[in-house]
């Protein structure tokens, strides 16, 4: 099949993610970085996701991205409880969202996520 036989079916079989939305805006919010946060700023981890748990319905968040890097050392346990309680008040408040692991994610070529 090529990638211009059947539009959607296309667009799956591409790789492409097909969606049909409706005229309304919306936002999807990208959250890279946040080693730093998870290390030595907790709370401004804390605070990003809590903002975009509140701003939820008002502007119409659609999905949450984090980029990666969610912690800075991945054999530092206490780093991940940090990401894990950041993350779970987007999962309490029925944020969609997905994660993809960045370098400082790995130890010794696997993830911790």
Request: overall charge negative; hydrophobic content about 40%; some cysteine.
């Amino acid at each position: 099949m090529s990638c211009t036989s059947k539009p959607w079916l296309a667009a799956l079989a591409c790789g492409l993610l097909a969606v049909e939305v409706s005229a309304q805006d919306f936002r999807i919010i990208a959250l890279p970085d946040t080693q730093n946060y998870s290390s030595d700023y907790p709370q401004l981890y804390f605070g990003q996701t809590q903002w975009i748990a509140d701003r939820l319905v008002a502007d119409n968040i659609r999905f949450v991205t984090h980029l990666g890097d969610l912690v800075n050392d991945a054999q530092t346990l206490s780093q991940w409880s940090v990401a894990k309680q950041a993350m779970t008040t987007l999962d309490s408040a029925g944020v969609p969202y997905g994660t993809c692991p960045g370098n400082h994610d790995f130890q010794i070529g696997r993830a911790h996520v």
